[in-house]
């Protein structure tokens, strides 16, 4: 990010709430701002092909989320390294909180990465087994439920397996799966 500056000036726009061409546009200026630093195996832009085409599961069995690998809103990419993921802006202005959980005051994120990393072929297509997500912030990447920016989530991880990024890198496990 350093090459690029601040997120704020990356002219992400503003999330629709129906995943629009202008969504897709403001996803791959995040994209865009960032490839230098990744990778790529596989270029899906909107299209089909880097995810499982199947809809992403929670721990407890519910749907989590859609089908990933549908979306025409995100940019979507596999790495060399076979891990898909997809780009998602929010708000030009890092100050979007939605689905964060009981947020630290102060914290706001400017877009999301979707991992899955395990790749489109192989894995569960689970969050938290093979699901991860990483939100951009104004300072950089933020593993979603990290105990910086999150205070209530780990409960949440525990139920369904979503907002388990952060506990799964701090402690360098997956314990909540048991």
């Not at 791959?28 to 299209?47: F, H």
């Not at 979507?76 to 929010?90: C, D, E, V």
Request: proline share 2%; net charge negative.
């Amino acid at each position: 990010m350093e090459k690029y500056g601040d997120p704020t000036n990356w002219d992400l726009g503003f999330v629709s709430n129906y995943g629009t061409h202008q969504d897709f546009l403001n996803s791959q200026k995040m994209y865009n701002a960032l490839k230098d630093t990744i990778s790529v195996a596989k270029d899906c832009a909107g299209g089909l092909g880097c995810f499982t085409n199947r809809t992403a599961q929670r721990t407890d069995g519910q749907v989590g989320g859609g089908n990933i690998d549908q979306t025409s809103h995100r940019y979507k990419i596999i790495t060399t390294q076979g891990i898909s993921m997809a780009f998602h802006a929010y708000n030009e202005n890092c100050a979007d909180n939605r689905y964060i959980g009981e947020v630290v005051s102060g914290f706001g994120y400017c877009g999301h990465v979707i991992v899955d990393i395990d790749g489109p072929s192989d894995g569960e297509n689970t969050w938290g087994k093979d699901l991860f997500d990483f939100r951009l912030t104004k300072s950089g990447f933020v593993p979603d439920g990290s105990s910086s920016y999150s205070l209530d989530n780990f409960e949440h991880c525990q139920e369904t397996g979503e907002w388990c990024t952060g506990y799964a890198l701090e402690k360098c496990n997956r314990g909540y799966l048991h």
